[in-house]
Antibody, heavy 121, light 107 residues
Framework: EVQLVESGGGLVQSGESLRLSCAAS????????MTWVRQAPGKGLEWVSSISAIGTGTYYADSVKGRFTISRDNSKNTLYLQMNSLRAEDTALYHC??????????????WGQGTLVTVSS | DIQLTQSPSFLSASVGDRVTITCRAS??????SAWYQQKPGKAPKLLIYGPSTLQSGVPSRFSGSGSGTEFTLTISSLQPEDFATYYC?????????FGQGTRLEIK
């Protein structure tokens, strides 16, 4: 079974840092790009960052560029999101998802249940 | 950035109804679109990609269509388990964007 399990969330003060992890199982992790998507309480989905299968390509939303860093360790089947200089507006449930490409299109599947990040000001 | 606008944002319907949700993009997104269903406290679930391919295991009452800048998700006969929030997504270019969501509630 393909599975993604996030961890590392918590309550931090504004300006502090957190590192999120996403443990993957049930598929060949090194063959897929991966992504982080967040959802603020009661709000919609916001793409945060993506990384290519071998980690050479990284992409960020403007709202986190320069503060967040996405990375992966294919030997550990794990995706990371290093979050620095956290702000109250970063408070959200952070999901990781597998980026799938095929049949001339792309999609995110599956998604993890998410890890909650709360930033107090 | 490509903006996605879903309509309606809120939909009240009954079991057995046929409903359609529309997603309009601010520019053409080719076939790089997807639809997700999200229930409270759960992760989003892929329903349709590309824009009309049904994900494995998704009931056939769900269908998708469209091209260019307008895409639709149709549920042919609503079931109780379909009451949820639905999001469209474009993966044509960065930043990846989602529609604001359509909340589907029981009438």
């Amino acid at each position: 079974e393909v599975q993604l399990v996030e961890s590392g969330g918590g309550l931090v003060q504004s300006g502090e840092s957190l590192r999120l992890s996403c443990a993957a199982s049930g598929f060949t992790f090194a063959s897929y790009a991966m992504t982080w998507v967040r959802q603020a309480p009661g709000k919609g989905l916001e793409w945060v960052s993506s990384i290519s299968a071998i980690g050479t390509g990284t992409y960020y939303a403007d709202s986190v560029k320069g503060r967040f860093t996405i990375s992966r360790d294919n030997s550990k089947n794990t995706l990371y999101l290093q979050m620095n200089s956290l702000r109250a507006e970063d408070t959200a449930l952070y999901h990781c998802a597998r980026w799938v490409a095929g049949a001339g299109t792309k999609w995110f599947d599956p998604w993890g249940q998410g890890t909650l990040v709360t930033v107090s000001s | 950035d490509i903006q996605l606008t879903q309509s309606p944002s809120f939909l009240s319907a009954s079991v057995g109804d046929r409903v359609t949700i529309t997603c309009r993009a601010s520019q053409a997104i080719s076939s790089y679109s997807a639809w997700y269903q999200q229930k409270p406290g759960k992760a989003p679930k892929l329903l349709i990609y590309g824009p009309s391919t049904l994900q494995s295991g998704v009931p056939s009452r769900f269908s998708g269509s469209g091209s260019g800048t307008e895409f639709t998700l149709t549920i042919s006969s609503l079931q109780p388990e379909d009451f949820a929030t639905y999001y469209c997504q474009q993966l044509n270019s960065y930043p990846i964007t989602f529609g604001q969501g359509t909340r589907l509630e029981i009438k």
